[in-house]
């Protein structure tokens, strides 16, 4: 015990050596939490996995810098990632807790006519709208989009004319 208390410390007074040892520890803590909290949380990038990530950023600090308590910190990281992993499949698995967790795809452009209700609503303007349909459809000729959509987790998307 006072061999893990000489590596790891104790409280806020650390050392380099110290903290660079409870930095090592959490970065394969985190590791294992997002791991078990799935590819979701880094992929989908929704308003629930952008929790996750600043949630496990800012609590699993504490652990490094000696603010809190070392096991409590994990325990509640845990907590957090299984309640993520929750989340995340009753919105894979119901489609009206999906709409109030996520929201619906919002369109903002249709037959040849930007939707100004829909763009205030979205908070977007045309040009972030050109930037998505460069992106995705690689283009800029409006002449060849058909529609375009706000998803649900904030990309915009275009679709082609046939």
Known sequence: ME???EIFGEGKDLNVL???CRGILVFLIALLLIRISGRRSFGVRTALDNIISI??????SRAVVGASDFVPVVVTCFVI?????????????NKHFSRIMEGNKILLYHDGKFIP???????????DIMQGIRKSALTEDLAKIDKVYIERNGEISAIRKE
């Open 55 to 60: 949630s496990l950023g800012a609590i699993l």
């Open 3 to 5: 061999l893990i208390k």
């Open 18 to 20: 110290q903290m660079s």
């Open 81 to 93: 990632v299984l309640l993520h992993r929750f989340f995340g499949w009753m919105t894979a698995n």
């Open 117 to 127: 209700q829909n763009l205030k609503r979205a908070l977007v303007g045309e040009e």
